[in-house]
């Protein structure tokens, strides 16, 4: 094999979706195309793609193959190449932009694989991954659907109102629900949902935050030490989520600003947010520790933290480098579910959730409070402070002041909101 067709292989390998029995297939249809097609790749549109389609089915290939050597050089031009194809409504995307090929889906198990590569395709986090996935599972076992070609719009209709009404669920969850099976419908099954206006929603709930004073942090704060209680400062002073924390990489924290960046937060977003410099100290010293943890996985073969495929490409031996590690790597070496790469990956959210209610348990506050609870208190008590909504909203990465508007409600209900005309009653 030459150095080409080993990058190839690499490539399919690592591009999400593809079983490694059938990455010697995606390179064999790309070469295919490479010897049909006469112009430029960084030139493929829609049409090309028909065009190659037509001409495999002439030489007596198979539907389903054709997708396949379809799906290699869409991959390819738009991951590898990081060139747009353009699709026209006639033209055939592999994409599911049109969808009008998938209608033939024979099984659920091809439409698992095919729903996994069009997640991967369009960068959707691992936990969206899962939580659609399961959806789709609960689906599935609601409507007992023998086969992907029985599928119709009613039947999506019939399980959102069995959520709202025998389940009960949120408005949140509902949603989520809603948003895994358009996915699986838009992008594998071809179908569009149609008019959904009267489909049974759940109620959307309005609830107060939990919010703790300062004296209940800092009860809480005793028991909780090492890493854990680090992270949870971090939440707290910065009013980071707790999913923005666990991925913080090394080049994240500015301590010479005071400023800490949050990357593709919700919505795909950067941010600024405060560093205080009381943790300054206590970060410093953590990342001497990782340092040297990193060292040692870097001399054992498993220096390479993930990155986006993207980024990847682009900085090859960035994955490698100290600016790009976790700050607060796991324990443990771990094997990556989408590439099979052993490798240190962030500590989980889970540990920090544990910790935090174990901590709570300990003290007397009488309060359901999470890691979540953090967050909260930091806007609470920075509005408090004298702070406007506005630099409040920025902070916490609200797109809609709104949003923020909710820790006014709690701003009232404390010693220094409306007073109670029973005053007089004392």
């Given at each position: 094999?030459?150095?080409?067709?080993?990058?190839?292989?690499?490539?399919?390998?690592?591009?999400?979706?593809?079983?490694?029995?059938?990455?010697?297939?995606?390179?064999?249809?790309?070469n295919?195309?490479?010897?049909?097609?006469?112009?430029?790749?960084?030139?493929?549109s829609?049409?090309?793609?028909?065009?190659?389609?037509?001409?495999?089915?002439?030489?007596?290939?198979?539907?389903?193959?054709?997708?396949?050597?379809?799906?290699?050089?869409?991959l390819?031009?738009?991951?590898?190449?990081?060139?747009?194809?353009?699709?026209?409504?006639?033209?055939?995307?592999?994409?599911?932009?049109?969808?009008?090929h998938?209608?033939?889906?024979?099984?659920?198990e091809?439409?698992?694989?095919?729903?996994?590569?069009?997640?991967?395709?369009?960068?959707?986090?691992?936990?969206?991954?899962?939580?659609?996935?399961?959806?789709?599972?609960?689906?599935?076992?609601?409507?007992?659907?023998?086969?992907?070609?029985?599928?119709?719009?009613?039947?999506?209709?019939?399980?959102?109102?069995?959520?709202?009404?025998?389940?009960?669920?949120?408005?949140?969850?509902?949603?989520?629900?809603?948003?895994?099976?358009?996915?699986?419908?838009?992008?594998?099954?071809?179908?569009?949902?149609?008019?959904?206006?009267?489909?049974?929603?759940?109620?959307?709930s309005?609830?107060?935050?939990?919010?703790?004073?300062?004296?209940?942090?800092?009860k809480?704060?005793?028991?909780?030490?090492?890493?854990?209680?680090?992270?949870?400062?971090?939440?707290?002073?910065s009013?980071?989520?707790?999913?923005?924390?666990?991925?913080?990489?090394?080049?994240?924290?500015?301590?010479?600003?005071?400023?800490?960046?949050?990357?593709?937060?919700?919505?795909?977003?950067?941010?600024?947010?405060?560093?205080?410099?009381?943790?300054?100290?206590?970060?410093?010293?953590?990342?001497?520790?990782?340092?040297?943890?990193?060292?040692?996985?870097?001399?054992?073969?498993?220096?390479?933290?993930?990155?986006?495929?993207?980024?990847?490409?682009k900085?090859?031996?960035?994955?490698?480098?100290?600016?790009?590690?976790?700050?607060?790597?796991?324990?443990?070496?771990?094997?990556?579910?989408?590439?099979?790469?052993?490798?240190?990956?962030?500590?989980?959210?889970?540990v920090?959730?544990?910790?935090?209610?174990?901590?709570?348990?300990?003290?007397d506050?009488?309060?359901?409070?999470?890691?979540?609870?953090?967050?909260?208190?930091?806007?609470?008590?920075?509005?408090?402070?004298?702070?406007?909504?506005?630099?409040?909203?920025?902070?916490?990465?609200?797109?809609?002041?709104?949003?923020?508007?909710?820790?006014?409600?709690?701003?009232?209900?404390?010693?220094?909101?409306?007073?109670?005309?029973?005053?007089?009653?004392?």
């Amino acid at each position: 094999m030459d150095a080409k067709e080993k990058n190839l292989q690499t490539f399919f390998e690592n591009a999400g979706g593809i079983s490694r029995d059938k990455v010697k297939y995606y390179v064999w249809w790309l070469n295919k195309f490479l010897e049909y097609y006469s112009g430029s790749l960084d030139d493929v549109s829609g049409a090309d793609l028909k065009s190659f389609g037509d001409h495999l089915e002439n030489r007596g290939y198979e539907e389903w193959q054709v997708k396949q050597a379809q799906e290699a050089v869409f991959l390819y031009v738009e991951r590898f190449l990081e060139k747009e194809i353009v699709f026209k409504d006639k033209d055939i995307d592999t994409a599911g932009k049109s969808g009008d090929h998938q209608a033939s889906v024979k099984t659920w198990e091809e439409a698992k694989d095919i729903f996994t590569s069009r997640m991967r395709l369009r960068h959707y986090s691992y936990n969206t991954e899962k939580s659609y996935g399961e959806w789709v599972r609960r689906f599935l076992l609601y409507t007992k659907l023998k086969s992907p070609s029985k599928a119709k719009p009613e039947h999506v209709k019939r399980f959102l109102t069995h959520l709202a009404i025998e389940r009960k669920v949120a408005s949140s969850t509902q949603n989520q629900a809603f948003n895994a099976l358009l996915f699986l419908y838009r992008y594998v099954l071809g179908q569009e949902f149609g008019d959904f206006r009267n489909t049974i929603r759940a109620k959307k709930s309005s609830r107060i935050p939990v919010v703790l004073t300062k004296e209940e942090i800092k009860k809480i704060f005793r028991h909780l030490s090492g890493k854990q209680a680090l992270a949870l400062k971090l939440i707290y002073a910065s009013g980071i989520r707790v999913t923005e924390c666990v991925r913080l990489r090394i080049k994240d924290l500015d301590f010479g600003n005071h400023s800490l960046i949050v990357r593709s937060g919700k919505g795909d977003k950067d941010r600024l947010t405060l560093l205080p410099e009381f943790l300054h100290k206590p970060l410093t010293e953590h990342l001497n520790k990782i340092k040297e943890i990193h060292g040692r996985d870097f001399a054992n073969g498993h220096g390479a933290v993930f990155l986006p495929e993207a980024l990847e490409r682009k900085y090859p031996n960035a994955n490698k480098e100290w600016a790009w590690q976790y700050v607060f790597p796991s324990d443990d070496l771990s094997v990556d579910p989408r590439s099979g790469v052993v490798r240190r990956h962030h500590i989980g959210q889970q540990v920090l959730q544990r910790a935090m209610k174990n901590a709570v348990r300990k003290t007397d506050i009488g309060k359901a409070a999470s890691v979540h609870t953090l967050r909260h208190s930091f806007a609470t008590h920075l509005l408090q402070t004298g702070y406007d909504i506005r630099t409040v909203q920025n902070l916490l990465g609200h797109k809609d002041v709104s949003t923020t508007m909710i820790y006014t409600h709690v701003l009232k209900r404390g010693p220094h909101g409306v007073k109670s005309p029973a005053e007089f009653l004392k």
